[in-house]
């Protein structure tokens, strides 16, 4: 099995490929598209689900997606077509850093995917040009909550704590005008969704020649958790503002 069809089985339960639960991303979503009729990006959206909640919240609101995943995106169409919202949603099938857009947007959306830009500030970088003037930009990442262990130092790398993440976004020229650090039980819940969805994939099949690696995935995932970073890692997502320009 590859990566992507095990993130795909995972996060079965979780569209949100992020610890947030379903009130964090309104209210996330409610900040960063105030009015409602905003042209929103997401820049390595997956299978959209932000933009998806996004579009069906507000009938006047646009979007675009970018990400390499043909069948992320395939799902990301399968569900705007349900939605009703396939008309207001266009997906393009690329490198989120390579993207070139041919207009600005009032909200970028980033979230768990600043690994695509090679960290935080990289993502900010990408994301300020594609803003257009008064636009907002909606990113989630990781911090130590706590001192790691030398294992979750090597599965997440270097990280701040919660203060030094804020501080150094603000110093790169934005202001938070909303944030969310993600609660244990959202980080939980989390875990437990991602990992018990493809042990349960794999129970269900045990005639599947994939089932096997599919259950000591799920278990060695878990067991990372529990052992090596549940107690030092956080996550955080931000709606900011360019402080000026």
């Known amino acids: 099995m590859n990566r992507e069809q095990i993130s795909g089985i995972a996060h079965a339960g979780h569209p949100i490929k992020a610890p947030l639960d379903d009130d964090s991303v309104r209210r996330l979503l409610d900040h960063g598209a105030p009015r409602g009729d905003e042209r929103v990006l997401d820049l390595g959206c997956g299978s959209a689900e932000w933009l998806l909640r996004a579009l069906a919240a507000h009938p006047s609101l646009h979007a675009e997606g970018v990400d390499v995943s043909e069948q992320a995106l395939e799902l990301a169409g399968r569900s705007a077509d349900r939605l009703g919202v ?11 850093a390579d993207f070139v857009p041919a207009q600005s947007f009032d909200l970028v959306l ?13 993502t900010l970088a990408a994301a300020r040009k594609h803003l257009a003037p008064g636009g907002r930009v ?38 938070p005008v909303h944030g969310h650090v993600s609660s244990r039980r959202e980080l939980d819940d989390y875990e437990w969704a991602c990992w018990g969805s493809l042990a349960s994939w794999a129970l269900d099949r045990p ?5 096997a690696e599919a259950l000591a995935t799920a278990t060695a ?19 900011l503002r360019p402080t000026s320009g």
């Open 86 to 96: 396939r008309a207001r949603l266009v997906l393009h099938q690329q490198e989120a």
């Open 110 to 122: 980033s979230v768990g995917a600043t690994h695509a830009f090679g960290g935080l500030l990289p």
């Open 138 to 175: 909606l990113i989630g990442d990781g911090f130590w909550d706590r001192t790691p262990s030398p294992e979750a130092f090597e599965l997440f790398g270097e990280l701040d704590d919660l203060a030094t993440t804020v501080d150094r976004v603000v110093a790169d020229g934005w202001t």
């Open 207 to 211: 005639g599947d020649p994939d089932a």
């Open 221 to 239: 995932r878990r067991t990372e958790w529990l052992h090596s970073y549940r107690d030092s890692f956080g996550f955080l997502t931000l709606v």
